[in-house]
């Protein structure tokens, strides 16, 4: 009895190989260059007297204009919008995202909130594996706020799509 269903077994693997197929299959990918981005300039609103009672914001716009709420006095027109500069693979397109709103300090711990930030666009085309764009902001200055050198960071993201 053992004989037989030893016999039945191999039969069966040998008749269910006989149905089995294989084939080679390609296998590769496609690198392309990596997305960066690097800042150019900075954002900079300029020099800025406050009111001693009333607070203001100080924008700068995308393309480098300034306006000064009236309560406050801008002093200087050193402004600049941030400049970023971008590369990766030529023609392909890539979005860009901003921050909310982000904090400057001068460093004795008094704060001011940049927001409303904007960009000279959403997105872009690498053209020859190059773009670039502007980003601006609005500054809110308090009342009497302390003098200082203010600065800070803000993160801008830029992804393929």
Do not use: R, W
């Amino acid at each position: 009895m053992k004989k037989l269903f030893s016999a039945a077994a191999v039969a069966a693997l040998l008749s269910a190989s006989a149905y089995a197929a294989s084939v080679d299959s390609n296998a590769g990918a496609d690198i392309i260059a990596p997305l960066q981005i690097t800042n150019a300039t900075a954002l900079y609103f300029g020099t800025i007297a406050p009111s001693l009672t009333e607070g203001g914001s100080v924008v700068v716009s995308p393309a480098g204009g300034k306006t000064c709420a009236t309560a406050l006095t801008c002093l200087t027109d050193d402004h600049t919008a941030a400049a970023f500069d971008v590369t990766g693979e030529a023609d392909a397109s890539y979005t860009i995202s901003l921050p909310t709103s982000v904090q400057i300090s001068n460093g004795a711990g008094a704060n001011m909130t940049i927001d409303s930030f904007a960009g000279s666009k959403t997105s872009g085309t690498l053209v020859s594996g190059q773009d670039n764009f502007t980003v601006g902001g609005s500054l809110a200055v308090s009342a009497n706020q302390a003098t200082g050198e203010y600065t800070g960071t803000f993160a801008v993201t830029v992804e393929y799509q």
